[in-house]
């Protein structure tokens, strides 16, 4: 079975920054992608960002294009979200994503692993 695991929520204030980690483990898995979406209270769970692992391609809402950053280590099997100029809006679990072959990366179905999350607030 493979593992997310994410570190590196908290509490910040408006215009601060946090970064995301993401290791994957257990048993071998082939990496075609990884990702965050996220889920604010009341809300359903959305896009956020993903990057390809060959190719080191990245993709990101419109809501976050410009603040956040993501990037991933081959190595680790890792991936990280830095997330700068966070508004209140940003609060939200953060789940970290996976998915094993080439295919969609914007929607819940497209991916099959996901982490436990992890909480980003954001105080204005």
């Known amino acids: 079975q493979v593992q997310l695991v994410e570190s590196g929520g908290g509490l910040v204030q408006a215009g601060g920054s946090l970064r995301l980690s993401c290791a994957a483990s257990g048993r071998t898995f082939s990496t075609w992608a990884m990702g965050w979406f996220r889920q604010a209270p009341g809300k359903e769970r959305e896009f956020v960002a993903a990057i390809t692992w060959i190719g080191n391609i990245p993709f990101y809402s419109d809501s976050v294009k410009g603040r956040f950053t993501i990037s991933r280590d081959i190595g680790k099997n890792t991936v990280y979200l830095q997330m700068n100029s966070l508004k209140p809006e940003d609060t939200a679990v953060y789940y970290c994503?996976?998915?094993?072959?080439?295919?969609?990366?914007?929607?819940?179905?497209?991916?099959?692993?996901w982490g436990q999350g992890t909480q980003v607030t954001v105080s204005s």
């Open positions: 994503t996976a998915r094993q072959s080439p295919g969609g990366l914007f929607q819940l179905h497209d991916y099959d692993y």
